[in-house]
Nanobody
């Protein structure tokens, strides 16, 4: 029904930057929230940042001031600009979309396949 294609992960040195992208497509009627989560080895998946259809953003305390979430004008692609990266940011980053699909009534949640971000010297 809904496909999420992520890109932009990789290996970066401490202090460096990366930009993640996630494009949503498929039978989407309306997108309510787009966001990014991450999961480090041995840890639970945690929220990184979200952006609502109205443009309201929310960030985990650990990334405030370093990461910026944004989206394109069509509101179907979400970006995560990550600056001042440190080794604690190493994780698999997952795109998440909360939307109503065509013909649907209730909100559904979809996940991307994940993209690895490794911060290491």
């Amino acid at each position: 029904q809904v496909q999420l294609v992520e890109s932009g992960g990789g290996l970066v040195q401490p202090g460096g930057s990366l930009r993640l992208s996630c494009a949503a497509s498929g039978s989407i009627f309306s997108i309510n929230v787009m966001g990014w989560y991450r999961q480090a080895p041995g840890k639970e998946r945690e929220l990184v940042a979200t952006i609502t259809s109205g443009g309201t953003t929310n960030y985990a305390d650990s990334v405030k001031g370093r990461f910026t979430i944004s989206r394109d004008n069509a509101k179907t692609t979400v970006y995560l600009q990550m600056d001042s990266l440190n080794p604690e940011d190493t994780a698999v980053y997952y795109c998440n979309v909360r939307c109503v699909v065509r013909g649907g009534i209730y909100e559904s949640r979809f996940w991307g396949q994940g993209t690895q971000v490794t911060v290491s010297s």
